[in-house]
């Protein structure tokens, strides 16, 4: 039985059809990211559903990923930002510290943007913190005088399920600080990031005294 060899032009053809698929995902990246970080836009599908209708491509076609877009807000970042936003990601971790100092009964953790270094002007400081009940944690803010409003947040867990959670924002050292509270056994057991769909990346305040030092 002879082997059937494909026309080479027929191979040259679906590198090119890859080569143009890959190409407009790359451009669909880059725009949501530029959007991401203009207009404060935290959702990446809305964010990536905007690129492709401003540059007149199908959002029903193969639209980057989440961890696609995180790359693309990453390079946006420190192709436009530069020394600007080195100065911002400091002054943001140095909050952040100073907030999970403020909260070391609760053990905080910090996650999201702050952490991966993606934060811009419109981010918030996102730490997450252990208690037996968030009432707690509310009560340790407000007896140090500090004014804040509840929220509730959404996240998924490694069972796939999603739950709710308390959470708690206010204002430090000019900086919006949310504490998403969390039993005192989620400590071992991070949500999923809705990014990459891994348990979420979560340092102490070693780890970010220690990156304050590399900013």
């Keep these: 039985m002879k082997m059937r060899i494909l026309n080479p032009s027929f191979k040259n053809m679906g590198r090119k059809q890859t080569s143009e698929a890959e190409r407009a995902?790359?451009?669909?990246?880059?725009?949501?990211a530029r959007i991401i970080v203009n207009q404060g836009i935290?959702?990446?599908?809305?964010?990536k559903q905007k690129a492709a209708e401003r540059l007149g491509l199908s959002s029903r076609g193969s639209l980057p990923g989440n961890a696609e877009i995180e790359v693309a807000v990453a390079d946006y970042l420190q192709i436009f930002g530069g020394d600007?936003?080195?100065?911002?990601?400091r002054l943001m971790r140095t909050a952040a510290?100073?907030?999970?100092?403020?909260?070391?009964?609760f053990?905080?953790?910090?996650?999201?943007?702050?952490?991966?270094?993606?934060?811009?002007?419109?981010?918030?400081?996102?730490?997450?913190?252990?208690?037996?009940?968030?009432?707690?944690?509310?009560m340790e803010i407000?007896?140090?005088?500090?004014?804040?409003?509840?929220?509730?947040?959404?996240?998924?867990?490694?069972?796939?399920?999603?739950?709710?959670?308390a959470g708690f924002e206010f204002r430090h050292i000019n900086e919006t600080i949310q504490a998403t509270a969390f039993p005192i056994d989620g400590e071992r057991q991070a949500p999923l990031s809705p990014i990459d769909g891994k348990p979420m990346k979560r340092v102490n305040a070693g780890a970010v005294q220690e990156l304050l030092q590399h900013v």
């Design 97 to 105: 510290l100073s907030a999970m100092e403020l909260l070391a009964p």
């Design 25 to 32: 995902r790359q451009i669909v990246a880059q725009e949501a």
């Design 142 to 165: 407000g007896d140090r005088g500090i004014q804040f409003k509840s929220y509730e947040r959404r996240l998924k867990t490694r069972r796939g399920q999603i739950e709710m959670y």
């Design 42 to 47: 935290r959702d990446y599908r809305l964010a």
């Design 84 to 89: 600007e936003h080195a100065d911002l990601l």
């Design 107 to 138: 053990s905080p953790r910090l996650v999201g943007p702050v952490l991966a270094g993606t934060a811009d002007d419109n981010s918030a400081v996102n730490l997450h913190v252990f208690a037996d009940s968030p009432e707690m944690i509310a």
